[in-house]
């Protein structure tokens, strides 16, 4: 049996979605991301922030360097530190992963902080998140909205 090429490109995206934990790219092989999920938003919020396990696998030390996402115009890597009993979120500019480790990125720690959402996000909505590490490699992964 010979399928449309657009269902097999559906059932292509649905194994991808529902295959976890999932590697994504060929460049990045090394790198494996679990638990992905983005905080749903009220209305009228402007931002919200992404969270994730970055498992290296590798031998060499993988850098987060970067993101981007279809659902907000400025995505930054942000790290939530606590000054005298306040909670302060910073802009990092590199999250390096040792080799054979993780990163997680949590509630009260690591985040991506997606800035100008392009809508609200509602539980189950999902959206798109590119992660760019050092040496170039990208990730492109999907996230669901909602704690998983
Ligand atoms: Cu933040």
Known sequence: MRLPATITALFLFAAVLFSAPAT????????TITDAWVRPT???????????????????????IGASSNAAEIVQIHKTSEENGIARMQPVERLPIAPGGTASLSPGGYHIMLIRLAAPLSAGDVIEVTLNFDGGGDITLPVTAGRP
Do not use: F
């Open 24 to 31: 994504y790219g060929d460049t990045q092989d090394t790198i």
């Open 42 to 64: 009220g209305q009228r919020a402007m931002s919200t922030a992404v969270y994730m396990t970055i498992a290296n696998t590798g031998n060499a030390e993988a850098v987060l």
